[in-house]
């Protein structure tokens, strides 16, 4: 199963890679898990551990699932790529284009944080910003990709940026010895993240690398008052979610008011008796510094918000004492500041 690397790859056996193809990695990956057991004491669970995906190159987790998409369209042969964005996917994309010398076009909100937006800038992509949310973005890279003939790598509108995102999740089983915490909280906006996990613990069950009869993590979606459509969803126990109108939050990747993904985030959630809850935008600036004074981990508003719902969750007694959970930080603190 395991390849002799130290990098998402380390999965091949498990990723859409030819036999004798070398993929367009920058070194994704491979990212620490880290526990603290101040914040499990304070919080009142069991134990407590951050998965920090803002070490990954362009410093987010969006670098695993770019790295298997355009490792595919370099195969084949497309003539270029284009991408929505509410910040870190088009900075990766960009990354594992000029890698894979392929020209990328990006569709940004104008409200996009400028440090990722001069990322973009500075990797070479051609950067159109929008005004509105990644939904007016995502319309604009639609009909770019119609004229254009380039490859629309939008969230789940192709088969191969979940493929990379499920290496959060054999990573994980990794370095917990081939077992699983009780509670994964993950910031939800477009969900891939989530979704990969959760298709990659069914595939590590059925082959028998997680013990049959353990059960799987309960799944927890993190999302910000001011666009939180799944967390509506689920509360109103529905299949799919309704966009969010007018959404608002200062945590980007959080502001995607309809994500394609919907239905099978939600499936995840029931499947694992998870649950979806949100947070105001003062709780996830306290859950942000609360990360980066207590473990010094430079944490993005998205890994606030998840450990922002922590606290939510142990203070209603919906975890507690006897869980492990593991709380992902989706991406480096520092796109954020000015």
Same mark, same amino acid.
């Given at each position: 199963m395991l390849r002799n690397r130290w990098d998402m790859w380390r999965y091949a056996a498990l990723l859409p890679l030819r036999d004798g193809e070398e993929p367009v990695s920058l070194g994704e990956g491979a990212t620490p898990l880290l526990e603290s057991r101040e914040l499990a004491q304070q919080l009142g669970v069991g134990r407590l551990w951050i998965k920090d995906e803002g070490l990954n190159p362009t410093g987010s987790f969006k670098a695993r699932g770019m790295s298997a998409a355009v490792t595919?369209?370099?195969?084949?042969?497309?003539?270029?790529? =284009?991408?929505?964005? !509410? /910040?870190?996917?088009? &900075?990766?994309?960009?990354? #594992?284009?000029?890698?894979? *010398?392929?020209? =990328? *076009?990006? #569709?940004?909100?104008e409200t996009t944080p400028r440090g990722i937006l001069a990322t973009i800038r500075a990797l070479g992509a051609e950067l159109c910003t929008?005004?509105?949310?990644?939904?007016? !973005?995502?319309?604009k890279a639609k009909a770019f990709a119609a004229e254009s003939g380039y490859f629309d790598v939008s969230t789940l509108r192709e088969p191969y940026r979940i493929e990379g995102?499920?290496?959060?999740?054999?990573?994980? &089983?990794?370095?917990?010895?081939?077992?699983?915490?009780?509670?994964?909280? #993950?910031?939800?906006?477009? /969900?891939?993240?989530l979704? /990969?996990?959760?298709?990659?613990? !069914?595939?590590?069950?059925?082959?028998?690398?997680?013990?049959?009869?353990?059960?799987?993590?309960?799944? =927890?979606?993190?999302?910000?008052?001011?666009c939180a459509p799944i967390v509506r969803a689920f509360a109103e126990h529905a299949d799919r979610a309704r966009p969010w109108e007018n959404p608002t939050t200062? $945590?980007?990747?959080?502001?995607?008011?309809?994500p394609l993904g919907d239905r099978l985030i939600l499936r995840a959630l029931y499947e694992s008796s998870g649950v979806a809850v949100a947070v105001s935008?003062?709780?996830? *600036?306290?859950?942000?510094?609360?990360?980066? *004074?207590?473990? /010094?981990?430079?944490?993005?508003?998205?890994?606030?918000? !998840?450990?922002?719902?922590?606290? $939510?969750? &142990?203070?209603?007694?919906?975890?507690?004492?006897?869980?492990?959970? =593991?709380?992902?930080?989706?991406g480096s603190g520092v796109a954020y500041r000015e």
């Open positions: 595919r369209a370099k195969a084949l042969g497309v003539p270029g790529l =284009v991408v929505p964005t !509410a /910040g870190n996917a088009g &900075a990766a994309l960009t990354a #594992y284009g000029a890698a894979a *010398r392929l020209p =990328v *076009r990006v #569709y940004a909100p929008v005004p509105g949310h990644i939904g007016d !973005a995502g319309a995102k499920k290496t959060m999740g054999l990573e994980l &089983a990794e370095q917990m010895e081939w077992r699983l915490p009780s509670v994964i909280v #993950y910031p939800t906006g477009g /969900g891939t993240g979704i /990969g996990m959760w298709k990659g613990f !069914a595939e590590l069950r059925e082959m028998g690398w997680l013990d049959p009869k353990a059960p799987l993590p309960r799944m =927890v979606t993190a999302q910000a008052e001011g200062h $945590a980007s990747g959080l502001r995607v008011p309809g935008e003062a709780a996830i *600036r306290a859950g942000t510094a609360r990360i980066d *004074r207590t473990t /010094g981990i430079d944490a993005a508003p998205e890994g606030g918000c !998840a450990l922002a719902v922590v606290e $939510a969750l &142990a203070a209603s007694g919906q975890v507690g004492p006897q869980d492990e959970v =593991v709380v992902f930080n989706t």
